[in-house]
Antibody, heavy 126, light 106 residues
Framework: EVQLVQSGAEVKKPGESLKISCKGS????????IAWVRQMPGKGLEWMGI????????RYSPSFQGQVTISADKSINTAYLQWSSLKASDTAMYYC???????????????????WGQGTLVTVSS | EIVMTQSPATLSVSPGERATLSCRAS??????LAWYQQKPGQAPRLLIY???TRATGVPARFSGSGSGTEFTLTISSLQSEDFAVYYC????????FGPGTKVDIK
């Protein structure tokens, strides 16, 4: 059974750093890309970036480039999303999701999300 | 740049009735369209991919149709567990979700 299990809810102050995780099981870490998706309170879904844990090849949505860092450890089939300096506007639910589709060195194609983690709520407040 | 729209924003339906949700892309995405269901407090769940192929475990009352720029998700007979928000997502280019349609109880 494919599962993505995310780390627990976080409450942080503006300016603090944070790293959340997403551990996959039931599939090979070298066969699928993993995405991070943001959902702000009461809003829709936005993909932030994707990573291939097999070699840590990472691609970012232009909207999130430079705002977050995505990384992975293939030995434990875990992807990470981190911030160096949180803002109140980073308050949101963050989901990881396994991707169907593929990427070349130039671009990625036909990416949709077939399994999702349960979400990690990040609250940033002074 | 592709823009995804969904209509209506809210659909009020009685249990047992049929629900028809629309998704439109501003340019052709072929059949590269997925539908997701999100219940309150839960993660999204993949329902349909390739515009019309049900994901594993999805009940047959859910069906998808369309290609190009116009797509439809139909729930043939709404069950209590189907009241949720439904998002479409194109994947002809980088992923882009529509704004969602909330299906609530009439």
């Amino acid at each position: 059974e494919v599962q993505l299990v995310q780390s627990g809810a976080e409450v942080k102050k503006p300016g603090e750093s944070l790293k959340i995780s997403c551990k996959g099981s039931g599939y090979s870490s070298t066969s699928y890309w993993i995405a991070w998706v943001r959902q702000m309170p009461g809003k829709g879904l936005e993909w932030m970036g994707i990573i291939y844990p097999g070699d840590s090849d990472t691609r970012y949505s232009p909207s999130f480039q430079g705002q977050v860092t995505i990384s992975a450890d293939k030995s434990i089939n875990t992807a990470y999303l981190q911030w160096s300096s949180l803002k109140a506007s980073d308050t949101a639910m963050y989901y990881c999701a396994r991707l169907k589709g593929y990427c070349s060195s130039i671009s990625c194609y036909h990416l949709y999300f077939d399994y999702w983690g349960q979400g990690t709520l990040v609250t940033v407040s002074s | 740049e592709i823009v995804m729209t969904q209509s209506p924003a809210t659909l009020s339906v009685s249990p047992g009735e049929r629900a028809t949700l629309s998704c439109r892309a501003s340019q052709s995405v072929g059949s590269n369209l997925a539908w997701y269901q999100q219940k309150p407090g839960q993660a999204p769940r993949l329902l349909i991919y390739g515009a019309s192929t049900r994901a594993t475990g999805v009940p047959a009352r859910f069906s998808g149709s369309g290609s190009g720029t116009e797509f439809t998700l139909t729930i043939s007979s709404l069950q209590s567990e189907d009241f949720a928000v439904y998002y479409c997502q194109q994947y002809n280019n980088w992923p882009l979700f529509g704004p969602g349609t909330k299906v609530d109880i009439k």
